[in-house]
């Protein structure tokens, strides 16, 4: 008789629902901070691994942003975990100058900079990050915040591509407490990282508030809940805002895009603005088209097309100009100092 599964919390068919989609990769990198989730992604994975008795090789690598003495202390305990599974471990370290301001998004963004590229030296396919079901809500919290559109309150995808990488969140659907749980009744330790409780910061402030917010009924279940429906209604905006732009187009080069305005703002607004944003995200220099901005373009667009009027504005880098119910796109002259010294230089 086969022995009783000792953590039966986590049993086979759960694992095996949870990473089935390490499956389609040889090599699967885990961003293990040492914290409790991170750890817990580890040996989770470790445990499905085991009970199948084949899949792809594990490895896993620590990030030490030396912004805390005790940060290297914490990695190094990491790779004794590893080294207790067999599992690979590295220590990547964030080396350079620090931003004064902004420091958690800067670590964040330097963190996956230094696991990504990791994930492509060792060969691996995929980067398995450990976001709980707690961690989507607060970031659909954060997003909402922060005046997100649909594609941002649909909240963080559990598989996606960056950097050549997939990214895998197998924990998205798993509370933070069954986690904690889970390695309490296994007696294995973990770090806790101060920075996550303190309050200069906007999402230690979010995540001090979610118990009243639970309290009234927003609970991280029905946050996450939300994410999935709107990502459900994103996927079928995405495919319906494509289908109007191939509708509308005129004509396409690398040098501009031109789009029938009559027929682009007779769709719903919601698709109408869709174009427009992915056609000035196309022609985009400078940055992110930024959704509040490019709402306001969009309702000046539109009027201009209902009187008959020409118009133009400036987007993050882009032209849109309106013009005998021709909408173009291009990407916008250079201003200021850089268009001087443009001009400068031609007449060398």
Known sequence: MPAADPHPDFAAAELQGLFAPFETHDHVLIALSGGPDSTALLLLAQDWLM????????????????????????????????????VPHAIL???GDKPKSGIQEAARI??????????????????????TLDDQAETI????????????????????????????????????????????ARGIAYARDPSNLDPRHARPRLRAAA???????????RLALLGRRLARAEAA?????????????????????????HSLFAEPDEISLRVLV?????FALEKEVELAKAERLHGLMAAAVRVGEGRS????????????????????????????????????
């Open 278 to 282: 992915d056609a000035l995200s196309a």
């Open 110 to 131: 330097a963190r996956y900079d230094l696991l990504l590229a990791h994930a492509r030296a060792v060969g691996a396919g995929a980067l398995a990050v450990a976001h």
């Open 211 to 221: 118990p009243l917010l639970a309290a009234e009924g927003l609970t991280p279940a």
């Open 313 to 348: 504005g400036t987007l993050a880098g882009a032209l849109a100009r309106m013009d005998k119910g021709v909408l173009s796109i291009t990407s916008a002259p250079p201003r200021g100092k850089k268009a001087a010294l443009i001009a400068a230089n031609s007449t060398r």
């Open 141 to 184: 919290l954060f997003r909402l915040a922060c005046g997100s559109g649909p594609a941002g309150l649909a909240g963080m995808r559990p598989s996606s591509v960056r950097a050549g990488v997939t990214l895998l969140r197998p924990l998205l659907e798993v509370p933070k407490a069954r986690l904690v749980g889970h390695l309490d």
């Open 93 to 95: 370290d964030w080396v």
């Open 237 to 261: 905006l995405s495919a319906a805002a494509v289908e109007a732009a191939a509708r509308c187009l005129l004509e396409r080069t690398v040098f501009r895009l031109r789009l029938d305005a």
């Open 51 to 86: 009970a199948r008795g084949e899949g792809p090789l594990l490895s896993a690598a620590t990030v030490d942003h030396g912004l805390r003495p005790a940060a290297r202390v914490e990695a190094e305990a990491a790779g004794a975990v590893c080294a207790r599974l067999g």
